[in-house]
């Protein structure tokens, strides 16, 4: 079965910063699908970056990005220029290849504090 | 405006007794699911259905149980066989079965035992 784990229950970063939180996961399929998922107060669950691992170039949006490391099956979010909006709780996702249904398999999540 | 509606927010149940979370969406989508959030862990699949009349146990399925019945429809009944049922309760549809899709989650319940 595959797992996801944040290593990181808590980070802080100040405002403008940039800050990265971590995620590993384990797996012996070779292509799958990865996922960060941000989730505020209201308890929303919001997709902020996706990447496909048959992908090399790592995914980008706006502030957002990633490191993805396939052979040591790391998948890392780097938040830049942070704002007071990011404090959330942070969560790294797995899915498995084409065929399956969307069953994503969450890390414990990393809640992440900014501060001024 | 599309998207995933999910009632009651608050949710208490007796000892003993079955409740039932509902889950609406009008986007439209195939795919169905539900998770569990549990303080400190991440989110659990219970219960997911790909298509009407069809649904598939997910990974904590003992004490639930769901129907789709209809397309836009997907609700989680808590039994009382489910013994620690507190527990934050987000619904989530996905228009197939992609691996590259993105889920669109509900606002979730919050399920309380009294």
């Known amino acids: 079965a595959q797992t996801v784990t944040q290593s990181q229950p808590e980070m802080s970063v100040q405002e403008a910063e940039t800050v990265t939180l971590s995620c590993t996961y384990d797996?012996?399929?070779?292509?799958?699908?990865l996922f960060w998922y941000k989730q505020p107060p209201s308890r929303q669950m919001i997709l902020v970056i996706r990447?496909?691992?048959?992908?090399?170039q790592n995914a980008t949006e706006n502030r957002f990005s990633v490191n993805f490391q396939k052979a040591a099956k790391s998948f890392s979010l780097k938040i830049s220029d942070s704002q007071l909006g990011d404090a959330a709780m942070y969560f790294c996702?797995?899915?498995?290849?084409?065929?399956?249904?969307?069953?994503?398999?969450f890390g414990t999540g990393t809640r992440l504090q900014v501060t001024l | 405006d599309g998207g995933i509606t999910q009632s009651p927010k608050y949710l208490f149940r007796k000892e003993g007794q079955n409740v039932t979370l509902s889950c609406e969406q009008n986007?439209?989508?195939?795919?169905m699911y539900w998770y569990r959030q549990d303080p400190g862990q991440g989110l659990r699949l219970i219960y997911y259905?790909?298509?009407?009349?069809?649904?598939q146990k997910g990974d904590i399925a003992e004490g639930y149980s769901v129907s789709r019945e209809k397309k836009e429809s997907f609700p989680l009944t808590v039994t009382s066989a489910q013994k620690n049922p507190t527990a934050f309760y987000l619904c989530?549809?996905?228009?197939?079965?992609?691996?590259?899709?993105?889920?669109?989650f509900g606002s979730g319940t919050q399920l309380s035992v009294l």
């Open positions: 797996t012996s399929e070779s292509d799958y699908y």
């Open positions: 259905s790909q298509i009407v009349n069809d649904f």
């Open positions: 996702a797995y899915r498995r290849p084409t065929g399956t249904a969307s069953k994503l398999t």
């Open positions: 986007l439209n989508h195939d795919a």
């Open positions: 990447q496909e691992a048959y992908k090399q």
């Open positions: 989530a549809s996905s228009m197939g079965r992609d691996s590259n899709e993105k889920l669109f």
